[in-house]
């Protein structure tokens, strides 16, 4: 499976922004879908946004739609998720993977480090 690794977390006021980034490997980025799941201690991981490879259709979780806009450059083997009105409900360890549609691919185990997100009240 690809390497994949996030960045770009940081911790920030309520209504404030930030940008992640994953770098994936380019086979692996290249062939499939990405997406962006977070997680919060004690709590499943969540779906966030995805974007397929040949389209580039999106899909957003509605916690989040109108707030982050998720994109990607295919040259550059690279995720981004763009983060505005950021909310404390936001605070959590984002990560990125292969997805169909909204869900991780089956058998996937390769996840990142993760990138944390903080936001204040």
């Known amino acids: 499976q690809g390497h994949l690794v996030e960045s770009g977390g940081g911790l920030v006021q309520a209504g404030g922004s930030l940008r992640l980034s994953c770098a994936a490997s380019?086979?692996?980025?290249?062939?499939?879908?990405m997406g962006w799941f977070r997680q919060v201690p004690g709590k499943e991981r969540e779906f966030v946004a995805a974007?397929?490879?040949?389209?580039?259709?999106?899909y957003y979780a509605d916690s989040v739609k109108g707030r982050f806009t998720i994109s990607r450059d295919n040259a550059k083997n690279t995720l981004y998720l763009q983060m505005n009105s950021l909310k404390p409900e936001d605070t959590a360890v984002y990560y990125c993977?292969?997805?169909?549609?909204?869900?991780?691919?089956?058998?996937?185990?390769?996840w990142g480090q993760g990138t944390q997100v903080t936001v204040s009240s």
């Open positions: 380019g086979r692996t980025f290249k062939t499939t879908t």
């Open positions: 974007i397929t490879w040949t389209t580039s259709n999106t």
């Open positions: 993977a292969p997805t169909i549609r909204t869900v991780v691919v089956a058998g996937f185990v390769s």
